[in-house]
Every structure is written in C-alpha cells, then in structure tokens.
Nanobody, 122 residues
Framework: QVQLVESGGGLVPAGGSLRLSCAASGRAFSNYPMGWFRQAPGKEREFLAAITWSAIDYADSVQGRFTISRDNPKNMVYLQMNSLKPEDTAVYYC?????????????????WGQGTQVTVSS
C-alpha cells in the first residue's frame, strides 16, 4: 500500500514556473513506477510524465517544459513545470503504478494522491 500527497500547486502567470511535490508513504517506494497526470474541468485525465529507476517518459504536450524526478531515499517525486500556459490549468495528480515500466496507461496506476490545483493566468 502506498499513500500519496501532492503539494506545490497554486496560481501562476503565463510563462511562470511551479514545482509540484508528491510525498509517498509505504513500503518499497523505490520499486514503483511513478507518474504525473492532470485533469482539467470537463476533460479526461491526461498523462504527463512517468519515471522508473531507469526510464523517463513524457507526453508530447509537456516534453521540453516539464521535468519529472524522484528522490527514493526521501520517498518523493517532483514535477518541475516551466513556461506554463493557461491551458496547463488543471488538477495535478501523482500516482504509483504496478509493474516495472514507465507506463502512460491510467489503468496501470494503483495508488493516487488527492490532487493539487494549478491555475495559470493569462
């Protein structure tokens, strides 16, 4: 079992940056592939980035602007977001997946945080 808590969301002007954090509790955190997703009002949840000990994957929509990282000894996952756009406004979630791969599939993720709101003003 893994419990996840996101933080770091807020209101930022277009072109600004935010760093989201995800604190994990539970055993064997380092074994889990971790991912970040977001959901905007009226839209489906969208994959953003995933990370394992050996691989990182990004959605095309955030490639080059967002950076995922993890600190296994601290049980933390981060999402550095730069050059933010109003269309990045959403609730952002971190999640822990089954298996070994940096998966994009939402159904592969077993544990989810409660989300943190990011609002980008134009």
């Amino acid at each position: 079992q893994v419990q996840l808590v996101e933080s770091g969301g807020g209101l930022v002007p277009a072109g600004g940056s935010l760093r989201l954090s995800c604190a994990a509790s539970g055993r064997a955190f380092s074994n889990y592939p971790m991912g970040w997703f977001r959901q905007a009002p009226g839209k489906e949840r969208e994959f953003l980035a995933a990370i394992t000990w050996s691989a990182i994957d990004y959605a095309d929509s955030v490639q080059g602007r967002f950076t995922i990282s993890r600190d296994n000894p601290k049980n933390m996952v981060y999402l550095q977001m730069n050059s933010l756009k109003p269309e990045d406004t959403a609730v952002y979630y971190c999640a822990a997946a089954r298996g070994l791969l940096a998966t994009r599939k939402e159904n592969d993720y077993m544990f989810w945080g409660q989300g943190t709101q990011v609002t980008v003003s134009s």
